[in-house]
């Protein structure tokens, strides 16, 4: 199963994380699929870049998001308060 997860960076007592599409079965800080993100708790207020429409990509492929991404995500209004990912229309689509 793929997950999107914080890989931790930094020094020691100075954390810095990347947002990450990684297989469940990878160590936290091994083998990933692809960078998505950072996030930077230190900075007042907390700093957050993200790749919204790789992440929406990722969470529309099935990649489950970890508990440390999803108040990320949340933030980005990708998913919503049950974890499911919101599906936005399709620009320029017309109901028939």
Known sequence: MVRIRLRRMGATKKPFYR??????????D???????????PLTQPETVELKADRAAYWLGVGAKPSDGVIPILRRHK????????IRAAAAGSTVA
Not at 23 to 28: A, K, W
Not at 79 to 85: C, F, L, Q, W
Request: avoid cysteine; proline fraction near 7%; charged fraction near 30%.
């Open 78 to 85: 990708l998913i919503d308060e049950k974890g499911a990912p």
């Open 30 to 40: 091994g083998r990933f699929i692809e960078v998505i993100g950072t996030y930077n």
């Open 19 to 28: 947002i990450v599409v990684a297989d469940s079965e990878s160590p936290r």
